[in-house]
């Protein structure tokens, strides 16, 4: 048994609020990756690998919030956070406000493989991106026009889900392989209008990534601040680790009961053991596929 799930990101998106036209481009990039994962799983590849492909698609399809297309900072810039977790050994590797890394997953499992840290941020995980041979680019190819529109809406006052859906749109995946091992991957632009050098839960391992093997794997969406304050990915795990409760369970209690007793919104897409997945979200949607070796292949973007 393998699987994999992804997201596209949790937000005010409404049947209403995407026209035809965007809507089955949403789901033609969510099916993108969806499969590029799951090819990998096919094959007997690593979960790692499987959820790192999946992320590496979304990065570089400019509707989704995180490498090309991201929201951006307060002043006008792209600034990324990605992060990657393998179950079996609890390896980690993550990067947080890179402005020049073209695929932040690609530098986060750099960092969990080749480097002795888990978190390198800024110039320093720019410099080691460089050292690695990893692909840098201007800050504007991440910038598109929607972004920019958004942007100024924030700036003037109207929140940017009036204007366009999905202004968050992080993006994220979790596997099983054929192995049993789980992993996780989370990436980002974080959030719209942001502060310079803000930091969201993506690349927080516990936060808004987790992985462990025989317990789950998790990858959160939405409204960072609130997903560190709850350790959120890490108190799933916790929960159906030392609590006994289902998956599902945890994660009903996390977004439904912690998450919104401080007023925090968003979803998670998580796997466990035996490849059941779980996705919930407290917004009106959240962009999101699922497959399994079992034939069963869903793209779903509203309740
Ligand atoms: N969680 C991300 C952050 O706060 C944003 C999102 O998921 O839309 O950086």
Not at 41 to 47: F, N
Not at 110 to 131: D, I, N, P, T
Not at 174 to 199: P, Y
Request: glycine fraction near 12%.
């Amino acid at each position: 048994m393998y699987s994999i799930a992804i997201h596209g990101g949790a937000g005010a998106v409404s049947r209403q609020s995407l026209s035809a036209e965007r809507e089955r481009q949403y789901r033609d990039g969510l099916a993108a990756a969806l499969d590029a994962g799951y090819a990998i799983l096919e094959k007997g590849g690593s979960s790692l690998d499987a959820v790192t492909a999946a992320v590496h698609t979304l990065e570089d399809d400019p509707l989704f919030n995180s490498g090309r297309g991201a929201a951006l900072t307060c002043d006008g810039a792209a600034e990324l956070d990605a992060a990657v977790m393998e179950g079996r050994q609890l390896r980690a590797g993550a990067v947080a406000a890179v402005r020049h890394v073209r695929n932040p997953i690609e530098l986060a499992r750099r960092v969990m493989e080749k480097s002795r840290h888990v978190l390198l941020v800024g110039s320093g995980a720019e410099e080691f991106a460089l050292e690695e041979g990893l692909p840098l680019v201007p800050n504007a190819w991440f910038r598109t026009e929607e972004r920019r529109a958004q942007l100024e809406s924030e700036r003037s006052g109207r929140p940017v889900s009036d204007l366009i859906p999905s202004s968050q749109g992080t993006v994220g995946a979790v596997a099983i392989d054929s192995a049993g091992d789980l992993a996780a991957a989370t990436s980002t632009g974080g959030m719209t209008n942001k502060r310079q050098g803000r930091v969201g839960d993506s690349p927080i391992i516990g936060a808004g990534t987790y992985a462990k093997n025989g317990v789950c794997a998790v990858s959160a969406t939405g409204h960072g601040e609130y997903f560190i304050r709850c350790v959120a990915a890490h108190h799933i795990c916790a929960a159906v680790e030392h609590r006994g409760c289902s998956l599902q369970e945890a994660v009903h209690e996390l977004l439904h009961e912690k998450l919104r007793e401080l007023g925090g919104t968003g979803g998670v897409i998580a796997i466990d053991r035996s490849g059941r997945i779980v996705s919930d979200f407290s917004t009106e949607g959240m962009f999101r596929g699922a497959r399994d070796s079992s034939g069963s292949r869903q793209i779903d973007i509203y309740r």
